[in-house]
């Protein structure tokens, strides 16, 4: 007999606890609401923050003089032509307040001559990004918002708690219905209101910079729940992932400060310079925005003048030891142990997944379509348009973050709830299923899905491409996904986690997929070889929602503001 489900109740449900998670977390307990902080894994040890490596950029202007309408001028650019403005605005004006509230709780950025230490990054016109060093920025952020949870009355912290599906009644939010991982028992949330900050989907990616539970589940909460997505067909790919020599222990993406850094030169199979010949400046400069990069990069594999191992060479020979020293620290001794050393050879990169600039579709208060429902974070898109500009995720986090904790703490007081709300969804979770002899299994269908993702929907798409992933992700929606139905044998039951991870996966994908077919132009992070050029037609976004178990698209106009005029050059 199946056990009756377990149930909880909060004013604020916040699910995923990466740096947006926590941030939500904290600013709804200290607007009076009790709140309930989940995650699939360890609270503050999972998602992408803690992951992040490098800096965060933010118009404090401390070293250099600045203003937060310079930082959005940067960022709309990068965007292009495609971000909220009002989004954008509000990620550039507020940044400076996070990061100050974050220096108050010690976390550590990097001073001199008393002031926070700034430095370049791509797409930026001046210095402008802080950081805690340059290999420990996202962990000395979890940490800190780790311990500002703890010491935050009201908020009570789950681990390995999977939401599957969000409860929707009366065109409202009323909770959630999660899987408990140790137990595999269902677990009904009643919730005032909802704060998805689950992270993005670079999982899906064959080549990915991701944490295993980067695999679109706030989007396909979402989208399940009503709620609209926007920008969906733009994944961004860090250009110079780490490819060879073998990499032990050592974030894959850890290159590009070093590089603008330090003058590192990215080279082709030739030892020639090569990103000027794709409309960027570089050389001397190190500075050419990212899609630019990943796109040059490509193109020059894909013509033959790759480096052995299918990349570009990054190559810091031209630079004497004590100078590398200076600037990577012990870094040196950690590339050491891997066998690399800068002074006598290049490393080997080339692009990788790395981001979504796509997500749920919000209002500036962070709500979504479906009311008492919020999300934050990567979970949000339209702020970053058609690229994201270098360092502005952590700042993402922080500021959308708190922004929806804020205002889901004010929609908390419609709680309603009724346990047959929830049936179907804990239907979900209970339901045993045959056994089936010659079922695919999980690892075999996700590492396919991987595949797909990074031929046929990657760095470089045709419309032949795409039509092919979108047939097969239906497919396996269709076929392969009731097939691999596991049963639920209690404590442990893993593959009902991976049955539900694959069901997110698939719906995400195919969003994507479908909307970069229908995005007939190249822009931004979306490249298309068929269509190569950027048409003044398509400057609009795109909306993606589930309409009676179909996915419908919608062109939406670019949300334009003031802020484009004070982008521009003016001032406060």
């Known amino acids: 007999m199946t056990e009756e489900p377990i149930h909880l109740e909060t004013d604020v449900l916040v699910v995923g606890a990466g740096g947006a998670g926590m941030y939500a977390a904290i600013a709804a307990a200290r607007n009076g609401a009790n709140v309930l902080l989940l995650d699939k894994s360890l609270i503050g ?12 950029a933010v118009a404090v202007g401390e070293q250099t003089p600045d203003h937060w309408t310079h930082h959005l001028a940067d960022t709309l650019n990068a965007g292009r032509g495609l971000c909220d403005e009002e989004l954008a605005a509000i990620l550039c004006r507020e940044g400076p307040e996070r ?21 370049m990054a791509p797409g930026h016109e001046i210095p402008r990004c802080v950081f805690v060093d340059f290999l420990n920025t996202g962990p000395a ?64 990616y064959q080549r990915n910079s991701a ?6 589940e706030s989007y396909a909460l979402a989208l399940r729940a009503g709620a609209d997505l926007i920008d969906m067909e733009f994944v961004q790919f860090f250009p110079i992932g780490h490819l060879a020599p073998r990499l032990v222990g050592m974030d894959p993406i850890m290159w590009d400060p070093f590089r603008y850094k330090l003058g590192g030169r990215l080279l082709n199979g030739n030892q020639e310079e090569f990103i000027e010949k794709y409309g960027a400046s570089d050389s001397g400069t190190y500075t050419a925005p990212r899609d630019v990069t990943s796109y040059a990069i490509f ?11 299918g990349g570009a060479y990054l190559s810091f020979t031209h630079l004497d030891e004590a100078t590398l020293r200076e600037a990577f620290g012990p870094v040196i001794n950690r590339l050491a142990c891997n066998g690399i050393d800068l002074t006598k050879r290049p490393i080997e990169v080339a692009p990788i997944a790395h981001y979504h600039m796509g997500g749920i579709r919000v209002t500036p208060e962070m709500a979504t379509t479906v009311p008492g429902l919020y999300a934050s974070g990567e979970a949000v898109g339209g702020a970053n348009g058609a690229n994201r500009l270098s360092g502005n995720a952590i700042t993402e986090a922080l500021v959308f973050g708190e922004r929806a904790g804020h205002f889901a703490a004010q929609a908390a007081t419609n709680k309603v709830w009724n346990s047959s709300w929830a049936d179907d969804a804990v239907g979900d979770i209970e339901t045993m299923a045959p056994d089936s002899g010659n079922a695919p299994t999980f690892g075999e269908l996700f590492g396919e899905l991987q595949n797909l993702m990074w031929q046929k929907v990657g760095l470089l798409r045709t419309g ?25 044998k209690g404590p442990f039951a893993l593959g009902v986690q991976e049955w539900f991870d694959l069901r997110a996966a698939l719906a995400t994908a195919e969003t994507i997929a479908l909307t970069a077919l229908n995005r007939t132009e190249s822009r931004g992070a979306h490249q298309r ?39 521009l050059g003016a001032t406060e």
């Open 299 to 309: 193109k020059e594999v894909e013509a033959g003048r790759a480096s052995p191992n």
């Open 529 to 567: 070889e068929d269509l190569p050029d950027t048409e003044e037609s398509q400057t609009h976004n795109q909306c993606v929602r589930l309409s009676g178990g179909t996915l419908t698209l919608e062109s939406v106009p670019v949300r334009r503001t003031e802020f484009e005029k004070v982008a």
């Open 141 to 204: 952020v979890a940490k800190t918002l780790r311990t500002r949870v703890a010491r935050t009355d009201g908020i009570t912290k789950i681990s390995n708690l999977s939401v599957t599906d969000l409860v929707v009644e009366d065109g409202r939010v009323r909770g959630a219905v999660a899987l408990d991982l140790n137990g595999g028992r269902a677990v009904t949330i009643a919730a005032g209101a909802v704060v998805l900050a689950a992270g993005g989907l670079t999982r899906l």
């Open 45 to 56: 040890r999972g998602g992408a923050t803690i992951m992040a490596q490098m800096t965060v």
């Open 99 to 119: 990061i100050r509230e974050m220096d108050e709780w010690r976390v550590g950025w990097t001073r001199e001559d008393g002031h926070m230490k700034q430095v």
């Open 464 to 488: 032949e491409k795409l039509e092919q992933a979108l047939s097969r992700i239906r497919e396996m929606q269709a076929q392969d996904l009731p097939r691999m139905r596991p049963q639920n």
């Open 211 to 216: 944490s295993v539970n980067m695999g679109g």
